[in-house]
């Protein structure tokens, strides 16, 4: 990977992070809520069922994540397991679409 | 007396103990001399200056990178004990010398050799003391390239590509330099993996520097001035 390519991963790790940073407070804020009066499958789907604003967010939420832990996770490899070749880069890719897939899976699961 | 545990041999080696006498105002280099003077004369070790300009007497003391030319013991002896190694992230030469061609390498890797377009026949370059880069260049141009901030840094310790501290450090100096014409090869000299991005900000660097630099502010500084070479397409 060239050195504009690992800036440009650098730089997509660090604006995911204020993303993320945002939607997790969001994401407690709403947990705390949720739970004042128990929590159950049909409250939570009652919320999300046909709720774009919360499939909207949800949404961001998991490309967030999908961006921000790979590019980590890689460095984390390069670092404490000496990986850096491009099977390295192309594990993080791997991992990256298997976050998102799976995320944004969940997310249409609650709001279909 | 001084119980000093000093590192004898090479990567392979071990510490051996001397008993040096505690005398008033003594530093870490007067204890290593001492011991080279009076104990063992086949103990190596570098100094030159012995007043903290020439940057040529750093190793660990006590598990910290320090000049010991600077260093009184009553600041890192508490007990009246030292250990004294050399520096961490080189490799080792002899006993308490350590070899720096790697660390001066990768100075020259970050090209941090000033690149001017004037000849000795133009006119000088008037640079106002209190201009923006003038600032910070004075916060990082003290440098004495002694080896402390890059033995600190868990960084280099985990990628022995990472150009370090003080690389980094000399290439924000020269970023800084408005007379300098080799900006943009130096951001790309310094990108990526190897470079200021894998910096992560733990601040061993600026916490232990004997010249108070912050390398991690200028860390930081390259990494901003290198996403945007690298968004606007520069790199």
Redesign the interface.
């Known amino acids: 990977?060239?050195?504009?390519s690992?800036?440009?991963l650098?730089?997509a790790q660090r604006a995911s992070a204020m993303v993320l940073a945002l939607c997790v407070v969001v994401h407690l804020a709403t947990i705390i809520y949720a739970v004042r009066n128990g929590l159950s499958a049909s409250e939570i789907l009652g919320r999300t069922r046909g709720n774009g604003g919360w499939l909207v967010f949800y949404a961001i939420f998991v490309a967030a994540v999908a961006i921000h832990a790979p590019i980590g996770l890689r460095?984390i490899l390069?670092?404490?397991l000496g990986w850096?070749s491009r099977g390295a880069d192309v594990f993080a890719m791997v991992v990256a679409l298997s976050l998102a897939m799976w995320g944004w899976r969940a997310v249409w699961a609650v709001f279909h | 007396m001084l119980q000093v545990r000093v590192w004898r041999g090479a990567e392979r080696g071990e510490f051996q103990l001397f008993e040096v006498p505690r005398l008033e105002s003594q530093t870490v280099l007067d204890v290593v001399t001492y011991i080279q003077r009076r104990c063992d004369p086949t103990l190596s070790y570098r100094f030159a200056c012995r007043v903290g300009v020439c940057g040529s007497c750093a190793m660990s003391v006590n598990g910290q990178s320090r000049w010991t030319c600077r260093t009184h013991v009553s600041k890192v002896a508490a007990d009246d004990r030292l250990e004294i190694a050399p520096l961490r992230n080189l490799p080792v030469v002899k006993d308490l010398v350590t070899d720096m061609r790697e660390f001066f390498d990768k100075w020259a890797r970050a090209r941090g050799r000033f690149q001017g377009d004037k000849r000795r026949t133009d006119d000088f370059a008037r640079v106002s003391p209190e201009s923006r880069e003038r600032r910070l260049v004075d916060a990082s141009i003290e440098c004495i390239g002694c080896g402390v901030c890059y033995s600190a840094c868990d960084?280099v310790t985990?990628?022995p590509d990472y150009l370090g501290p003080a690389a980094l450090n000399r290439a924000w100096t020269l970023v800084n330099d408005v007379r300098d014409v080799a900006a943009d090869q130096r951001l790309?000299a310094v990108?990526?993996?190897a470079?200021c991005?894998?910096c992560h900000t733990h601040m061993n660097c600026t916490e232990r520097c004997p010249k108070q630099i912050s390398p991690t502010a200028g860390i930081a500084g390259l990494?901003r001035l290198?996403?945007d070479a690298?968004?606007k397409g520069r790199?």
């Open positions: 990977m060239n050195a504009r690992q800036v440009l650098w730089g460095t390069a670092e404490t850096r | 960084v985990w990628n790309m990108a990526g993996d470079g991005h894998a990494k290198v996403l690298a968004v790199l």
